[in-house]
T-cell receptor
Framework: LAKTTQPISMDSYEGQEVNITCSHN???????ITWYQQFPSQGPRFIIQ???TKVTNEVASLFIPADRKSSTLSLPRVSLSDTAVYYC?????????????FGTGTRLQVML | GAVVSQHPSRVICKSGTSVKIECRSL??????MFWYRQFPKQSLMLMAT?????????EQGVEKDKFLINHASLTLSTLTVTSAHPEDSSFYIC???????????FGEGSWLTVV
């Protein structure tokens, strides 16, 4: 299983763009990269998933370089409600071979 | 997105009793579900992989006789904490990935308090 490394915490102000980078040096060929958001006392919520290059949806963008050894979650114009823990997970997300191991996550604090 | 539901969301039980937590995939079928536990301000720790129609596989250090997992159908997995003790008090979270799909979805979590 690929291990992930993220910053423990980050601070930002409302309206700013936040970029959280995750290192996954031993990512396997078939592994996808998935980011989740977790609020206190709730299960993780899917944000975005990618395999390579760039992926964008209505809430975030995911940048993955060619070597796939890292990825960056970009949250445009954050608000107070984006204060949460963000997890980067790497794994094969299909079938019985999939098993996601959580790293420490990044605790994002958004301030006024 | 896909919905995974857990029940109960909160449960209090007496020490020595058993408690069951259900995990249901509401709008998809899942041959595999996962159970995690999370202590306050810590990350999620994978406990076991629940396989429909076969035995669960447990992570190292997780007692299979204490944490019984049953995956009787493609939409339901249950975790039973047997002979619960106060140190079993935690937030338990399940996840499931659709048979046809590349994303794993998580339940809302279940708080277990053993008194």
């Amino acid at each position: 299983l690929a291990k992930t490394t993220q910053p423990i915490s980050m601070d930002s102000y409302e309206g700013q763009e936040v970029n959280i980078t995750c290192s996954h040096n031993n990512i396997a060929t078939n592994d996808y990269i998935t980011w989740y958001q977790q609020f206190p006392s709730q299960g993780p919520r899917f944000i975005i998933q990618g395999y390579k290059t760039k992926v964008t949806n209505e809430v975030a963008s995911l940048f993955i370089p060619a070597d796939r050894k890292s990825s960056t979650l970009s949250l445009p114009r954050v608000s107070l409600s984006d204060t949460a823990v963000y997890y980067c997970l790497v794994g094969l997300d299909t079938g019985t071979a999939s098993k996601l191991t959580f790293g420490t996550g990044t605790r994002l604090q958004v301030m006024l | 997105g896909a919905v995974v539901s857990q029940h109960p969301s909160r449960v209090i039980c007496k020490s020595g009793t058993s408690v069951k937590i259900e995990c249901r995939s509401l709008d998809f079928q899942a041959t595999t579900m996962f159970w995690y536990r999370q202590f306050p301000k810590q990350s999620l720790m994978l406990m076991a992989t629940s396989n429909e129609g076969s035995k669960a596989t447990y992570e190292q250090g997780v007692e299979k006789d204490k944490f019984l997992i049953n995956h009787a159908s493609l939409t339901l997995s249950t975790l039973t904490v047997t002979s619960a003790h106060p140190e079993d008090s935690s937030f338990y979270i399940c996840s499931a990935n659709p048979i046809s799909g590349n994303t794993i979805y998580f339940g809302e979590g279940s708080w277990l308090t053993v008194v």
